[in-house]
């Protein structure tokens, strides 16, 4: 069998970081990593770097920036003039050239050689994220850099949070936790092999597929919750503990043994069961499978009794099922993303009025999510009902225009012009300064045009021509007012 060279072990760095190898090459790649200094210090820092160029991609825009994003795009290529040969060209090959130029750079720091340092091994395997509220690391006062977004998180270092504070880690390989106070937590272990210690708290956490040579572990006093990749929530109080998993399945063994699976609306607990109250309130039910479901400390289960909820905690609740919703946009799954609509209009609709301060921002998201759903289901006099919904709900003024004038667009192709001008027409109104009122202008102006409404069609240019004499709807805007471009 014959010796990898350093070409060849540079040349499977990263499929042996995958752990793509056969046993041959594995043997082969780590026995000259073993009499080769050059290669095993490539080795340790393309490790480090591939998970973390892998964990940087930037967050899926929300709704309302992909409708503007849509509206832009449809906006500019309506009315760009062809771009002349020589400068297409150049264009064209334009996207070849930026990738040559990282491929290039990605090969200088492929080949570097042992000239400089490498630069100095991270402390721990985890970065902090979100860090709100009195947060200590250690024997550091609350607040102090060590626990600073973008800090690594130390290893073996208990991690403390106030009443009301909270934080957010990304774990290297893909794991993202989130921690509510007060609690006590520590991370131990490896990015392989993660073991997250709760003491007190609760901890919500989505975990990307794991290797089978690959780990990942919360523990409490009296439960370990053992995961391949999913999202769940633990929550580890005084009395006990609680798991709840809103996708995939998990692992729990308990202190005394016993094991048992726990699959995505199913929970698993230590608390110990409250005796059968006169008058129960009823719980919150649970969210349907994968759909972002309830806080930790929001259902109990049958077995720990039937407790209330605060709105806080229906807050977060809503938000979780918004997040839910825009996966199951993205995944194509529209008839998933209404049932999990529906299940958290329910839970807000039992909150009642108590919450709408506190849940009143998410309630309207998920407005606006509903009718996006039943506009890309092709649901579309349902989806016009639901944007007008949020008109007369008065949510912020930009999601009201968003909401009207995607009302409006779907009129327009639906061969209605007088209720499509209407609409762009409230969207116009709803906020005047907003980011599509030049859009909402046009869209008004030709639409009236379309319904047979000189009159109106000729006011809405003048007044088009008016704001933006040199808009891009300038020549049609001259042409309906007979004054010509100016």
Not at 431 to 439: K, M, Q, T
């Amino acid at each position: 069998m014959r010796a990898l060279g350093c070409a060849d072990v540079e040349a499977r760095l990263v499929d042996a970081i995958d752990g793509r190898l056969d046993a041959a090459d594995s043997v082969r790649f780590h026995a000259h990593l073993e009499g080769c200094a050059a290669c095993r210090e490539r080795a340790q820092l393309w490790s480090r770097l591939v998970p973390e160029m892998r964990g940087s991609v930037a967050p899926a825009p929300g709704a309302m920036a992909i409708r503007r994003m849509q509206i832009e795009l449809e906006r500019r290529l309506a009315v760009e003039p062809a771009a002349p040969a020589a400068v297409a060209w150049r264009w064209r090959w334009a996207p070849a050239l930026a990738l040559a130029a990282a491929a290039a750079a990605a090969a200088i720091v492929l080949w570097w050689r042992p000239g400089l340092t490498p630069p100095a091994a991270p402390e721990g395997y985890a970065t902090f994220g979100v860090v709100r509220g009195a947060v200590s690391v250690g024997d550091r006062a609350p607040g102090t850099a060590g626990a600073a977004p973008g800090g690594r998180v130390p290893i073996g270092v208990p991690i403390a949070l106030g009443t009301g504070a909270a934080l957010t880690m990304v774990v290297d390989g893909g794991a993202a936790l989130a921690v509510d106070g007060p609690g006590r937590l520590t991370l131990e272990g490896s990015a392989g092999a993660v073991a997250v210690h709760l003491a007190a708290g609760a901890l919500r956490a989505e975990v990307t597929h794991r290797r089978a040579d690959q780990t990942f572990a919360v523990l409490t006093r009296d439960l370990r919750v053992e995961v391949r990749g999913t999202k769940f929530a633990v929550e580890a109080t005084s009395a006990g503990s609680l798991v709840e998993v809103s996708e995939g399945q998990v692992a729990v063994r308990f202190a005394d043994g016993r094991q048992t699976l726990v699959s995505a609306g199913e929970q698993a607990s230590t608390l110990p069961r409250e005796p059968p109250r006169e008058q129960p309130i009823p719980a919150s039910p649970p969210a349907p499978a994968g759909g972002g479901g309830p806080s930790p400390a929001m259902a109990r289960g049958p077995a720990a009794g039937v407790v209330t909820t605060s709105c806080a905690e229906v807050a977060r609740s809503c938000e979780a099922t918004a997040r839910a919703v825009r996966a199951s946009m993205r995944g194509g799954g529209s008839e998933r993303a209404l049932r999990q609509i529906a299940e958290a209009g329910r839970e807000l609709r039992a909150a009642g009025p108590r919450c709408e301060g506190s849940a009143g921002a998410c309630e309207d998201e998920l407005g606006y999510l509903h009718a996006e759903v039943l506009n890309q289901a092709g649901r579309l006099d349902d989806a016009v009902a639901a944007y007008r919904t949020l008109d007369r709900r008065c949510p912020p003024a930009a999601m009201r225009q968003n909401a009207l004038y995607a009302a409006a667009q779907i009129e327009r192709r639906q061969g209605r012009p007088a209720a499509a001008a209407a609409d762009f027409e409230r969207a116009l109104a709803a906020s005047p300064r907003g980011a599509l009122r030049e859009d909402a202008l046009v869209g008004a102006m030709d639409s009236a045009q379309a319904a047979g409404h000189a009159g109106r069609a000729r006011a809405l240019a003048r007044r088009y021509l008016q704001e933006y004499p040199r808009g891009l709807a300038a020549p049609a805007a001259g042409r309906l007012t007979g004054d010509g471009v100016p």
